[in-house]
T-cell receptor, first 116, second 115 residues
């Protein structure tokens, strides 16, 4: 069974600085998809970024980028120029490429605080 | 653009009471999911429905039942609520399980407290 581990329960960053959130996963599959979701205090789950395992190029979305290391099974999220609105819980998630599997497997989350 | 709508937003139950959490999506998605979120545990899958007419157990199905009423609606029922079911419940949908690169779209959650 696949597992997702986020080893940092809490992180803090100064406004305008850069922070990296860690995520590792365990799988025996070669094709899969990885996601980062943001959950602000409003409780809404918001997709931040996604990565296909077959793509070597790291995904980027504006100030958000990932460092995907397939061999190491690592999928970290880098937030550049941090803003107060980035304060939230961040969840790393795995999704199998197998057709019978549709659900996301989540890590336990990292709570990010942004200091003004 | 309603997306995924969950009702109610909050609910307090007494041990042994029953209730149904409602979920509806207007994106014509085939697959729907129910998750629970507990502090320090992330989100865990309770049940999912890959397509209309099918449902399958997830990681933590005990104490729950589901109904895929039609393509739009997927309800979660607690027949006899227990304090261990105090949690935040999320419904989600995606175009289909066969397109795993499509993200899940989530509702805003239901905070359930069982006393």
């Amino acid at each position: 069974a696949q597992t997702v581990t986020q080893s940092q329960p809490e992180m803090s960053v100064q406004e305008a600085e850069t922070v990296t959130l860690s995520c590792t996963y365990d799988t025996s599959e070669s094709d899969y998809y990885l996601f980062w979701y943001k959950q602000p205090p409003s409780r809404q789950m918001i997709l931040v970024i996604r990565q296909e395992a077959y793509k070597q190029q790291n995904a980027t979305e504006n100030r958000f980028s990932v460092n995907f290391q397939k061999a190491a099974k690592s999928f970290s999220l880098k937030i550049s120029d941090s803003q107060l609105g980035d304060a939230a819980m961040y969840f790393c998630a795995y999704r199998s490429d197998r057709r019978s599997q549709g659900n996301l497997i989540f890590g336990k989350g990292t709570k990010l605080s942004v200091k003004p | 653009n309603a997306g995924v709508t969950q009702t109610p937003k909050f609910q307090v139950l007494k041990t042994g009471q029953s209730m149904t959490l409602q979920c509806a999506q207007d994106m014509n998605h085939n697959s729907m999911y129910w998750y629970r979120q507990d502090p320090g545990m992330g989100l865990r899958l309770i049940y999912y429905s890959a397509s209309e007419g099918t449902t399958d157990k997830g990681e933590v199905p005990n104490g729950y039942n589901v109904s895929r009423l039609n393509k739009r609606e997927f309800s979660l029922r607690l027949e006899s609520a227990a304090p261990s079911q105090t949690s935040v419940y999320f419904c989600a949908s995606s175009p289909e399980a066969a397109r795993p690169n499509s993200p899940l779209h989530f509702g805003n959650g239901t905070r359930l407290t069982v006393t």
